[in-house]
């Protein structure tokens, strides 16, 4: 298989990564509710800050590689609520939230790691505290 050949078979891969979100909803909610989940539901999970474009591309992006590195285990239908979240800011920043099942098994060490570098990132529960202002 040549360059070529093997460039479109991955981005093949990737379209049918982007196309298989069944069971999965994406919901656009105020801030407000974001902190409700966070305090009434006791869920957490991770908001992207600004992570504008098709947020598809996002879910599957985080989920293959926090799978590939070894920082949550399963699959992204173990791994994930059923909803995700967007947020748009005052200052119009889309922000992305995504609710970890309570069951799901994530290494905090490599996360923490896996966060820094990414950057941008932030814990649901320290965005409700460190974000307000924004909305």
Do not use: C
Not at 39 to 54: H, K, M, N, Q, T
Not at 120 to 129: E, K, P, Q
């Amino acid at each position: 298989m040549d360059k070529e050949e093997e460039k479109m078979e991955n981005e093949n891969k990737v379209e049918e990564l982007i196309d298989n979100l069944e069971g999965f909803k994406i919901e656009d909610i105020a801030f407000g509710d974001a902190a409700r989940i966070s305090e009434y539901d006791s869920d957490e999970g991770i908001v992207f800050l600004g992570a504008g474009g098709d947020p598809k591309e996002w879910i599957n992006g985080i989920s293959d590689i926090l799978l590939k590195e070894g920082i949550a285990t399963g699959t992204k239908h173990s791994m994930w609520k059923d909803k995700f979240y967007k947020m748009t800011s005052t200052g119009g920043r889309t922000d992305l939230l995504m609710l970890f099942k309570n069951k799901t098994t994530i290494n905090v060490g490599k996360m923490a790691i896996w966060r820094l570098k990414f950057g941008d990132t932030s814990w649901l529960s320290d965005f409700i505290i460190n974000y307000k202002k924004q909305y």
